[in-house]
């Protein structure tokens, strides 16, 4: 089985009032040592985890586009230099409007670049704007468009509900917008108030609960009346262009994260990297790994995580799997929770798969506390 490999750029050019990721605006001095600093780091996970085959790569952030396709096409080359990378691997880079153009997005694809994922969160101006974001919808188009004409066929964008003074006009909107770019892949998230944004300190007229649920069904309807798949609880995609590197991270495969703050799991221990990137920095030079943390997942851990993960999947969980992977049976481990919401009607179970239906995906989080 391959894993997958997520390197984390931590720039952007400013800091959105609702994000708490492990991002930094006006740090772009620390730019080319940070890249040296991932160079190093690859180098030494790659002596550590000799063997081991990666069939995705995944830049994420912060705003990987920003940092420019130089940077980003040497770490491909590196990562194919010193691991063994599947030549059909699906490589993906995070973008934001304002950040890259026609010939950036060229340069991509010329470094090996095959799939994009862009944030556009909302068609309104006026909401863009007070989410902090650095561009209007019509710069996402003109992106959306520049990505095309490169030659970028497989295109994911992203949207948030549940925003300030949001309507379900609004949304309704956003979403029949957000389908005539006719992506390949769209994300929904709703906006989640973290503590330490900006956003926390601030009043804010949110949607209540019932109108936030009502928003995420009418996501689900206008996505599957266009022929997109619900393939994962936020995630929608056409038929062949689901992402391969997502999916690693439901269903329990190994993935190496390379840069500040970035996770790994590989064959049962978890790894987390120091987030500051000075000290990030400074601990590649001196060992090439930059972990803070490591734990061993304890088997209890796991088969939680796969029920918990392997439900926000549409086609849900196999038995089977389950037990193959486990040595015990799910009933065994879980019967109590899974006889009580297929008695309500959340869960079914057919054959060998439990899965949700339809009207629980929503209080999906409720239901799978149970299972922890
Ligand atoms: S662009 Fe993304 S990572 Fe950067 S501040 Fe905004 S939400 Fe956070």
Redesign the pocket.
Known sequence: MSSGLYIHIPF?KS??LY?D?N?FAGKDECMAPYFCALDREVEAWSKRLSGKTFDTIYFG???PSYAGADFLCGVIALLKNNFDIDPNAEITVEC?PGTIGFDGFQDLRQGGVNRLSI?LQSTDDKMLRSLG?IHTADDFETCFDAARCAGFDNISLDLMYGLPDMTMEDWGRTLEKALSFDAEHISVYALKVEDGTPFSKMELALPNDDLTADMYERAVEVFRRAGYKRYEISNFAKKGSESRHNQKYWRLDDYLGIGAGAYSCIDGVRFSNETDILTYIEKTKQKGFAVCGEEVVSLDEQMSEFVFLGLRCEDGISLSEFEKRFGRTIMDVFGAPIKKYTDYGFLVLEGDNLRFLDKSFFVSNRILADFV
């Open positions: 952007c800091k959105c994000c990721f991002s952030g912060g705003t934001n944030g974001r």
